[in-house]
């Protein structure tokens, strides 16, 4: 975002002394030099300084982890259950608990990390992410069997799906 702004007003800059006769082509030079030397400023301050970077660039936030949601991570993200699954499918999960860690990335993508092999987590049943339509017999048929099926974020993932609803 840094580096549009940044050639937004370089254009700006450059162009208004090309433009208009009346402004010195010193007044452009000396505001080009100028940006070039905050953003300098600015870079190496970003990347010697781990706090400067967490808020200019910003920090994955956890959805899931071993399995289980990560309640605190999807409020933070303000994201609804129904997009996480929706991005878990699209990273090649088919059910919850074959994802070891899922991150929303700080430019807005989805990291999904599947287990190897099938995990033992906290989640007594299958949770499948698949939609109402693929006729898939592990899918919740309730809130009741969602209540059942995930003792670690049940109240939280039943909150979600009423209000979702």
Known sequence: MAEFTLIIALGSAVGDPMIYADVPLLHGMVALTLMVIFQRLFTYWTIHS????????????????????????????????K?????????????????????????GQVSVFLYDAQPLTLHAQPFSLMLDGDNDTDRPASFAEVLQRCPHCSLALLAELIRNR
């Open 50 to 81: 781990q706090q400067m970077r967490r808020v200019f660039e910003g920090e994955a936030i956890r959805l899931v982890k071993d399995g289980a949601l990560d309640m605190m991570g999807i409020q933070r993200a303000h994201m609804s259950t």
């Open 83 to 107: 997009e996480i699954f929706a991005e878990l499918r699209q990273g090649g999960a088919k059910d919850l608990r074959e994802v070891k860690r899922a991150y929303l990335e700080t430019d």
